[in-house]
């Protein structure tokens, strides 16, 4: 009997869903994945993941990454909603799910007599892609240059500002400098100006949010770096730095808040991302031993 993979991580948009799920050193080949408009299934003896999605998904365009032993998927939503769950709650009967796409399957006719010609066949149900991320990167390239695009100039105090001053990646540097000098609350009045002019670029909270870390805003900090991660999709290898600052600085805020789950999540999500920090690697195992009372919290 196969054993149920119950350690995964999801997070959503209200576009996308991206679901990390453990292969827990299976070989990639060895790894099967299925999904439909509202099933996803990956089956890796002895180890078996189902969901029965909470809404509908594009399963033409989701796709499946696979690496450094997890399959991360990126599902994209039919209906741009917030889900309140990843699963509807006692699943569904698969026949229903199922019948809408079996009702598309017409009997092939009987084989004639004689020599005949063997070609591939496409599957029925769609495989998830395990392709190059061209698109996803193609995507947030967009994202960018949209981001560096948007400006807001229904700012009073805009015709008082010197030019430099007008600029969101001027004010990000400006607040990157205060902030080595541990002149916080500056540069935090820095990055709150380019926020309001340009609410698009996920560095701007990234970085606050280490500033409110540093003078123990512990709840706005938690704000930033959601805000942060947000912004920082697709996930792709040129944002990778950045999500897995902001799944740290977000799981030691919640750690200070004495919510040492919510904190391990996010750096064992830290650690999907970069799998060889040494210290996040150390601080999860401290977070660990608090959950379990092996340590003291500090």
């Known amino acids: 009997m196969p054993l149920q993979v119950s350690d995964y991580s999801w997070q959503q948009t209200e576009s996308a869903v991206f679901l990390s799920v453990p292969l827990r050193g299976v070989s990639v080949r060895d ?31 989701s796709q499946a990454k696979i690496g450094n032993d997890t399959i991360v998927f990126t599902l994209r939503k039919k209906e741009a909603v917030m889900w309140e769950a990843l699963s509807v709650s006692g699943g569904r009967n698969s026949e229903n799910i199922f ?19 063997v070609n591939f066949t496409p599957r029925v149900f769609p495989t998830a892609l395990r392709e190059s991320r061209v698109a996803e990167e193609e995507e947030w390239l967009h994202k960018q240059a949209e981001a560096r695009r948007t400006m807001n100039t229904d700012i009073p105090e805009l015709s008082d500002l010197k030019e430099e001053e007008k600029n969101p990646e001027w004010l990000k540097d400006k607040g990157n400098k205060l902030f080595a000098t541990e002149n916080y609350l500056a540069a935090i009045n820095a990055y709150n100006l380019a926020i309001r002019l340009n609410n698009k670029i996920p560095l701007l909270y990234l970085n606050r949010a280490a500033c409110h870390l540093k003078l123990k805003n512990l709840h706005k900090a938690i704000e930033d770096s959601s805000k942060a991660l947000e912004l ?9 730095n950045a999500r897995m600052k902001a799944h740290v600085r977000r799981g030691t805020a919640f750690c200070q808040l004495e919510l040492y789950v919510e904190g391990l999540q996010d750096y064992e999500a830290a650690l999907k ?11 999860a195992e401290k977070i660990r031993n608090i959950i379990q009372g092996t340590e003291v919290k500090s």
């Not at 019948?99 to 010609?117: M, V, Y």
């Not at 920082?232 to 990778?240: F, M």
């Not at 799998?275 to 690697?281: A, E, H, L, R, T």
């Open 31 to 61: 790894a099967d994945v299925f999904c439909a408009e509202n099933y996803l299934k990956v089956n890796f003896a002895p180890f078996l993941f189902e969901v029965f999605l909470y809404a509908p998904i594009d399963d033409e365009s």
């Open 99 to 117: 019948s809408e796409k079996l009702k598309e399957d017409s009997i092939p006719a009987p084989r004639s007599t004689g020599s005949i010609q």
């Open 232 to 240: 920082l999709t697709p996930p792709v290898p040129d944002n990778a």
């Open 273 to 283: 991302i970069d799998p060889s920090n040494k210290i996040v690697q150390n601080d």
